[in-house]
């Protein structure tokens, strides 16, 4: 089994940013995917931001390109989210996930195994 913990969620105004991360435990897996959904009062969730574990491969939601940037920290077997611009509709749960099968980049809740209790994002404007 496989433990993730989100951390660093708060209030933020907009305009500002936010580092999420997600610490990973339990069994441990040589390659996958790490990463990050959303989901706002009401709606559904969305797919933010993904990454290899091995090789650094990323790939971001249309929304957030250009503002959000995920990364590891393969030591701590940690995913990060620095969040910036931040938009009052960027206000969401925003949760981790992880993929076992790192063959490519998913982007839907169905191909990620496991997944975190989530952290709350609020952006006031």
């Known amino acids: 089994q496989v433990q993730l913990e989100e951390s660093g969620g708060g209030l933020v105004q907009a305009g500002g940013s936010l580092r999420l991360s997600c610490a990973a435990s339990g069994r441990t897996f040589s390659s996958y995917i790490m990463g990050w959904f959303r989901q706002a009062p009401g709606k559904e969730r969305e797919f933010v931001a993904a990454?290899?574990?091995?090789?650094?491969?990323?790939k971001y939601a249309d929304s957030v390109k250009g503002r959000f940037a995920i990364s590891t920290d393969n030591a701590k077997k940690t995913v990060t989210l620095q969040m910036g611009s931040l938009k009052p509709e960027d206000t969401a749960v925003y949760y981790c996930?992880?993929?076992?099968?790192?063959?490519?980049?998913?982007?839907?809740?169905?191909?990620?195994?496991?997944w975190g209790q989530g952290t709350q994002v609020t952006v006031s404007s």
């Open positions: 996930a992880l993929d076992l099968n790192f063959a490519y980049i998913g982007t839907t809740m169905a191909e990620f195994e496991y």
């Open positions: 990454i290899r574990w091995s090789g650094g491969s990323t």
